[in-house]
C-alpha cells in the first residue's frame, strides 16, 4: 500500500479522499491555492503546499505545481478527484511518467472515453445502444441534413471534445439548423481546441441514469448498479438517488450489463460511470462515461456498502477487489442533495462568510462537506458547499429522512439552495418518482421562482 498520497482537488472532494486516506493508514497532502489557505482539506491532510493563486488555472490546473508539491512531500501516488485534472489524460501520462501512480484508469481509456465521437464507436463495436444520429462526425451542413432528414427533429449537436454540459445545441427546425451547425462548430474549436461535432436525436422526455463500475488491474470488473439522476437544472445534477425508482429487476439487469460491457471495451480500471439516458418505454441509449468518481458516488456507497474511494486507492496499489459480482446486493434506498452556495431560485452565487454552520446527524444521515463556521467561502470555484445524504429502508423513508435532515441544517452568512431541496422534496411528482430530465426546470418556471 501506498505511504502517502497527493490530493490535487480542493473542498469536500478532497476532504473525502483525506478521510479515506486516514482509515487506509496512508499520510495525505494537499495542495491549496491562495483563496483556500483556510480550507478544511489544507487543515486536514498531514501535509498542504501552496500550488499558486486564487484562478484555477494557475493552482488547481496547473500540472507543473502538482509535480512540484508531489516531489517535494514524496507523494507516491495522485488522487485528483472530481472536476479539475480528473479527467485529463496528459496529466495522468504525466504523474506515471514521473514515477508516480494514477489513481485512475489508464490514460489510453480515458482518451476513448473523452473524446465522444471515438467513445460511440466503441460502443457500437461493444453492442452498447446509441441514441440515433449521425454514424460518427458531422462535417458538413449537408451531411447534417441528411442526417436529420433520417432521425426527424428535435435534433441535439453536440462537441466531440465537450463536457461538463457545455458544446450542446439543441435544434428544433431546418431553419435554425445551419447557423446553430456552424456556431457549434465554432464555439467547439474556441472552448475544447476541437472542431469536431456529432448529431444525436434530441430525446424529449428521458430520464438520465447511470452504472457505476470498479475494476482491479487482475481482469475483475463489476457493476454497482446504478443511480438515478434526472433531476437537473442546467444539465447539472441538484439531487441523486439509487437505487433508479424507474426501473424493474429485468431493465436493471439489461442497462448494469450495458454498463458493464461499456467499461469492459476500453479495458477500464478503477471506479468509472456510463450514463445513459432512457426513454419512458425503457429503451435505453449510452451517452457518455466519465473516467473518474463522481460528486454522488455516496448514494452507491450506501446501498452497496462498497467504500468506492478505499477501492479506487487500493486498486491504484495493485489490490484484487475482495468481492464479487455476487457479493453485491442492493439494500436500501440513499437519497443526495447538493447544497450550493447559491440563490435557491435565482442560482446566483453567493460566496462569503459563513457566520454560523450546523450539520444535521442522526441515524442514517451522512454530510460530506469542508464547511465550518466562520469560513469563508471563496467566490473562484464552483458553488458546492456539500454533500447530505440519507439511507433508509425504502425511498419513502429516505424521502422523510432527507426532510428531518435538510430542516437541521443551519448554515448563515451565505444564501443556500437548502429552500429549493426542501420544496423539492415536498413536490408529489419527485414523491411519486414521476419525472424525467426536464421535471425540475419546469417546476421552476411554473412556479415563477
Ligand atoms: P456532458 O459531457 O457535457 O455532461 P452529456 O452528453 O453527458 O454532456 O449530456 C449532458 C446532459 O444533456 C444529459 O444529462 C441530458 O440531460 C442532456 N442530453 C444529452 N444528450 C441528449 C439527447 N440526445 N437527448 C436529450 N437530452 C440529452
Known amino acids: 500500500m501506498f505511504h502517502k498520497i497527493l490530493i490535487a482537488n480542493r473542498g469536500e472532494i478532497a476532504v473525502r479522499i483525506i478521510r479515506a486516506c486516514k482509515e487506509l493508514g496512508i499520510l495525505s497532502v494537499a495542495v491549496y491555492s491562495e483563496a483556500d489557505r483556510d480550507s478544511m482539506h489544507a487543515r486536514l491532510a498531514d501535509e498542504s503546499v501552496c500550488i499558486g493563486p486564487a484562478a484555477s488555472a494557475k493552482s488547481y490546473l496547473n500540472i507543473a505545481a502538482l509535480m512540484a508539491a508531489a516531489e517535494l512531500t514524496d507523494a507516491e501516488a495522485i488522487h485528483p478527484g472530481f472536476g479539475f485534472l480528473a479527467e485529463n489524460a496528459e496529466f495522468a501520462d504525466i504523474v506515471i511518467e514521473s514515477g508516480l501512480v494514477w489513481i485512475g484508469p489508464t490514460p489510453e481509456s480515458m482518451r476513448i ?68 451547425f456552424s456556431m457549434c462548430k465554432t464555439e467547439a474549436g474556441a472552448a475544447f481546441g476541437d472542431e469536431t461535432v456529432f448529431i444525436e436525436k434530441f430525446l424529449e422526455e428521458p430520464r438520465h441514469i447511470e452504472v457505476q463500475v470498479l475494476g482491479d488491474t487482475h481482469g475483475n470488473l463489476i457493476h454497482l448498479f446504478e443511480r438515478e439522476c434526472s433531476m437537473q437544472r442546467n444539465n447539472q445534477k441538484v439531487l441523486e438517488e439509487a437505487p433508479s425508482p424507474y426501473l424493474d429487476s429485468e431493465t436493471r439487469e439489461k442497462i448494469c450489463a450495458a454498463g458493464l460491457a461499456a467499461a469492459r471495451a476500453v479495458n477500464y480500471v ?24 463522481q460528486v454522488e458516488h455516496p448514494v452507491t456507497e450506501w446501498i452497496t456498502g462498497v467504500d468506492l474511494i478505499e477501492w479506487q486507492i487500493r486498486v491504484a496499489a495493485g489490490d484484487k477487489l475482495d468481492f464479487t459480482q455476487d457479493n453485491i446486493k442492493i439494500k436500501g434506498h440513499a437519497i443526495e442533495c447538493r447544497i450550493n452556495a447559491e440563490h435557491p431560485f435565482k442560482f446566483t452565487p453567493s460566496p462569503g462568510t459563513v457566520e454560523l454552520y450546523h450539520a444535521p446527524g442522526g441515524r442514517s444521515v451522512r454530510v460530506d462537506s469542508h464547511l465550518y463556521t466562520g469560513y469563508k467561502i471563496p467566490p473562484h470555484y464552483d458553488s458546492m458547499i456539500g454533500k ?17 435532515a435538510m430542516d437541521e441544517l443551519v448554515i448563515l452568512g451565505v444564501t443556500t439552495n437548502q429552500e429549493l431541496h426542501q420544496r423539492l422534496l415536498a ?15 419546469k417546476w421552476l418556471r411554473q412556479m415563477r421562482l
Do not use: W
Open 427 to 441: 413536490n408529489p411528482g419527485f414523491q411519486k418518482a414521476d419525472f424525467n430530465i426536464h421535471f425540475l426546470e
Open 388 to 404: 447530505i445524504i440519507t439511507h433508509a429502508r425504502d425511498r419513502k423513508k429516505c424521502i422523510r429522512r432527507m426532510q428531518r
Open 113 to 180: 472515453m473523452g473524446d465522444k465521437v471515438t467513445a460511440k464507436k466503441k460502443m457500437e463495436i461493444a453492442g452498447v445502444p446509441l441514441v440515433p444520429g449521425s454514424d460518427g462526425a458531422v462535417e458538413t451542413i449537408e451531411e447534417a441534413k441528411a442526417v436529420v432528414k433520417k432521425s426527424g427533429f428535435p435534433i441535439i449537436i453536440k462537441a466531440s471534445a465537450g463536457g461538463g454540459g457545455r458544446g450542446m445545441k439543441i435544434v428544433h427546425s431546418e431553419a435554425s439548423l445551419a447557423n446553430a
Open 270 to 293: 478503477g471506479a468509472g460511470t456510463i450514463e445513459f439516458l432512457m426513454n419512458s418505454d425503457k429503451s435505453f441509449y449510452f451517452m457518455e462515461m466519465n473516467t473518474r468518481i
